[in-house]
């Protein structure tokens, strides 16, 4: 199987995403709440705009055009999936199958619904492709391994498959840097940074870095068009929670009603609530940013005026090549050879 039939399958995935009707998006969604009660149909349907914003036509062929190299013999990848976000386990899934190699993955149990549909319907148009994919809750005799975790498993990992390629991705989180004089419309564009998939995604912003001079209370007004998050309990309740927190221990806070505004150096913020920090000029901000750089996935800024960053309002939406943890995915699986 050529990589051209590769692409041509997962354009055509795109064109089924796209055309699904909306009660079949609806029962969906539905079953994936089921089973994670974070994957609202809000999360869901974005989720699968992300996917099929990945597989444009020409965006797919420009992006594979870098990896033209076909293994001589398909290698086994193994890849532990994450299941934080809807159907976060796509791109890996998606960056195997074009490398030319066989997938073993191991879902989330907190979500296994979408990317099993994903992967129905790829098999509906192209069985061959999609018998290249086995799911597992052993990933023993792999080529190469691919692994998502927290900072303590990334531990285990990196001694399990000390014998093999791997690829092993630690906690990181998102910030945002304000230069303090954006336009209101701005802060509510980095509002969706914030909110969507309720702050739980490695791209989302849990901390802002602001000027001395700087209100942060300015960022709750901007933000009051996203109220409709504190509806969902499991989000409510993590707000509750933290409130409670804080003004048990009289630590001071900002409250928007919807999110928790705290100063903090702490780059990971808990669910429903955000951290701030000062800086006193760009040379210390830049100097403080480098020294977190391993654990940040994104920056966000005001139309990317900050080097390095992109706008507000995009991090959610990752291009093909925003490889997570700043690792080339599709570059790795290009140096991986079978065990034979």
């Known amino acids: 199987m050529l990589q051209s039939d590769r692409i041509e399958a997962f354009v055509k995935l795109r064109h089924a995403l796209q055309t699904m009707d909306s009660r079949e998006r609806a029962a969906l969604a539905s079953a994936a709440k089921n089973e994670n009660g974070w994957f609202t149909a809000e999360s869901v349907n974005m989720a699968l705009d992300g996917i099929c914003k990945l597989l444009e036509p020409d965006i797919l062929s420009a992006w594979t055009r870098r990896y033209p190299l076909e293994p001589k013999a398909p290698a086994t990848i193994g890849v532990a999936m994450a299941g934080n976000i809807p159907a976060v386990g796509f791109h890996d899934y998606l960056c195997v199958l074009l490398a030319g190699h066989h997938l073993k993955a191991k879902l989330s149990s907190s979500d296994t619904v979408l990317l099993k549909f994903i992967h129905q319907q790829l098999g509906q148009i192209d069985p061959a492709l999609t018998a ?11 080529d190469a391994m691919i692994a998502t975790g927290s900072d303590n498993t990334a531990r285990y990992f990196e001694y399990y498959f000390r014998g093999i390629p791997h690829i092993i991705r630690k906690n990181r989180s998102s910030c945002a840097v304000i230069v303090g004089e954006e336009p209101e419309a701005e802060f509510v564009q980095l509002g969706a940074d914030i909110f969507s998939y309720f702050g739980l995604g490695c791209r989302s912003v849990s901390k802002i870095f602001i000027p001395q001079d700087f209100d942060p209370a300015q960022l709750l007004t901007s ?9 969902h309990h499991k989000y409510a309740n993590n707000y509750d929670y933290q409130k409670s927190l804080l003004l048990l221990n009289q630590s001071k806070f900002l409250d928007g009603e919807i999110v928790l505004l705290r100063e903090s150096d702490q780059l990971v913020s808990p669910v429903a609530t955000v951290f701030y920090e000062r800086y006193n000029s760009q040379d210390a901000l830049r100097k403080r940013l480098e020294e977190e750089k391993k654990k940040i996935q994104v920056i966000v800024s005001a139309q990317a005026w900050y080097p390095g960053s992109i706008p507000f309002g995009t991090a959610q939406w990752p291009a093909v090549d925003d490889y997570a943890d700043g690792i080339d995915t599709m570059k790795f699986l290009q140096g991986v050879k079978t065990a034979g």
């Open 132 to 142: 290249r994919v086995e799911w597992s809750d052993r990933l023993n005799h792999t």
């Open 223 to 231: 933000w009051k068009s996203y109220a409709a998050v504190i509806d």
